[in-house]
């Protein structure tokens, strides 16, 4: 099983909508959480840290569910600009983040 | 303005032979790190540094080297025991305090292609 499980995608969003998309960890003792962006053939930008609370950026919003192990990510008013590859990373090891393969997103107009 | 930054851009082996790729930062930040990323994969682990001095092996060290003899810089190397070594690589780094806060920065990649 792998330590930070995403659903590949692609989800095709149209323009405008909402779109959402989880990740699930497998260690319990995991203490940091981050959503990363990733365009194609770029390295990983950081979108915004997860707080067990959750958390909202603009049109983006995180949420965290320790009880179940799993983090989201909700994008509302999608815009061609999203389109991109989400990266859920988690850190249970100082400075040793643990990424996931990503969700593919594509926001056609 | 300050960052990371990877070169070159581009690196192809021929079968046999040790490349370096390099990593600079100007952040002033105690941790580097040294990614591989394959297609339809998550980010994996090389080697990583706290700091100037000591590194310390990742997930899939067999194949690779680094050093770390000054706090902005850490190369890695890619020698001829890495049997497949075609991937893109990233250098990231943070600062002592924000792995757990602020994640990593990223430089902009190596693309290597084994020819």
């Known amino acids: 099983r792998k330590e930070v499980e995403q659903d590949p995608g692609p989800f095709n969003v149209p323009e405008g909508a909402t779109v959402a998309f989880n990740c699930t960890y497998s260690n319990s003792a995991s203490q940091s959480f981050f959503w990363y962006r990733q365009d194609c053939r770029k390295e990983p930008k950081l979108l915004m840290s997860v707080y067990s609370s959750g958390n909202e950026d603009g049109r983006f919003t995180a949420q965290l569910n320790r009880a179940s192990q799993y983090i989201s990510l909700l994008i509302r008013d999608s815009k061609l600009s999203d389109s991109a590859t989400y990266l859920c990373v988690v850190n249970w090891n100082w400075g040793k983040l643990q990424f996931g393969a990503g969700t593919q997103v594509v926001v056609t107009p | ?115």
């Open chain 2, 1 to 115: 303005d300050g960052g990371i930054t990877q070169s070159p851009k581009y690196l192809f082996r021929k079968e046999g032979q040790n490349v370096t790729l390099s990593c600079e930062q100007n952040l002033n930040h105690d941790a580097m790190y040294w990614y591989r990323q394959d297609p339809g994969q998550g980010l994996r682990l090389i080697y990583y540094s706290q700091i100037v001095n000591d590194f310390q092996k990742g997930d899939i060290a067999e194949g690779y080297s680094v050093s770390r003899e000054k706090k902005e810089s850490f190369p890695l190397t890619v020698t001829s025991a890495q049997k497949n070594p075609t991937a893109f690589y990233l250098c990231a780094s943070s600062s002592r305090d924000s792995p757990t806060s602020y994640g990593y920065t990223f430089g902009s990649g190596t693309r290597l292609t084994v020819v």
